[in-house]
């Protein structure tokens, strides 16, 4: 998955920081995440327990984005309003500064649990950061020992940020199937829920993501596959936030706002929010067209 990168944007506003809790008969209800097991809050700063971030409001949503990908919408008036009134969290590479002006909560992103430990346990992660996100696939940003064993992998991150008072959130790519289950003819996403791989990595985190934006050309499909990972989540660890994955340009052919809308429409009673990728090419998506805004920009005004 492509993590585009951007340039600083300064907006004034404050963002409130609300959730839902809307239940599904699909799923079993959600819950308020569990706080991370951790004696050491420095690390978090201000940020609180886990489950002082999920507010009980009806009709909300997570929005999880790229520093650049949060830059392209709230350059928008009509978006910035729109995510000034719900929780964003705002993905930020190592050593990059928040998006001025924007209050976010910062989530410092790794592909290797490894690298992502190191950084924690070197004080490496900024006072006042909610959380680091582990996002494990098969591709050479993460070690091949980690895709062979993401769960310990994962073990191994959340061992490190609960230790200083951080949330976890893990973002396991579809194609981790391809080198845990190498020989299955299966379409990649049923080899994932096969391996009940979503359900292992929910057992150690705090929030999951299901990188499900393959699929959101059939809203269908999509909401199968996220109807069936997200109840393998909540059964490994009631409460677990949960998000989807969406892209304005995911592998394939190309995809438009009303795909991306009937993707939210069909399992938004099924997740806590999404984490909408507005990817462009550059080393973690070579094969990407340029970066596509107006399709979010356009995703996210449909359902407002």
């Known amino acids: 998955m492509a993590r585009p990168r951007g340039a600083a944007l300064t907006i004034g506003v404050t963002a409130a920081v609300v959730l839902l809790t809307a239940c599904s008969t699909a799923v079993p209800p959600r819950q308020a995440p569990q706080a991370p097991h951790s004696s050491d809050t420095s690390a978090a700063g201000t940020a609180g327990a886990v489950g002082d971030a999920y507010l009980p409001q009806s009709g909300s949503l997570i929005w999880m984005l790229t520093r650049a990908a949060l830059a392209q919408l709230v350059a928008d008036p009509s978006t910035l309003v729109q995510l000034?009134?719900?929780?964003?969290?705002?993905?930020?590479?190592?050593g990059q500064k928040p998006l001025p002006g924007f209050a976010a909560q910062t989530v410092v992103t790794f592909s290797s649990a490894?690298?992502?430990?190191?950084?924690?346990?070197?004080?490496?992660i900024p006072a006042g950061t909610y959380g680091v996100l582990y996002d494990p696939e098969a591709w050479d940003f993460t070690?091949?020992?980690e895709q062979q064993d993401?769960?310990?992998a994962a073990a191994q991150a959340a061992a490190a940020a609960h230790a200083h008072g951080l949330r976890l959130i893990v973002t396991p790519a579809l194609n981790l199937a391809t080198v845990l289950a190498p020989s299955s003819q299966l379409p990649r996403w049923q080899q994932f829920l096969d391996l009940n791989l979503i359900g292992s990595l929910a057992k150690v985190a705090d929030v999951v993501e299901l990188q499900a934006q393959s699929l959101e050309r059939d809203s269908g499909t999509y909401a199968s596959f996220v109807q069936a990972a997200a109840r393998q989540a909540r059964a490994a660890k009631p409460g677990i936030g949960v998000l989807a994955?969406?892209?304005?340009?995911?592998?394939?052919?190309?995809?438009?706002s009303q795909q991306l809308t009937a993707a939210i429409h069909s399992t938004k009673s099924l997740v806590d929010g999404y984490w909408l990728n507005i990817p462009g090419q550059g080393p973690r998506c070579p094969t990407c067209n340029p970066a596509q805004p107006d399709i979010a920009i356009q995703a996210l005004l449909a359902i407002s």
């Open 84 to 94: 000034a009134s719900a929780q964003v969290y705002e993905i930020l590479q190592p």
């Open 114 to 124: 490894s690298a992502l430990a190191a950084a924690v346990d070197d004080s490496q």
């Open 143 to 145: 070690p091949l020992a």
């Open 150 to 152: 993401p769960v310990q």
């Open 245 to 256: 994955g969406l892209s304005t340009n995911p592998p394939g052919a190309a995809v438009d």
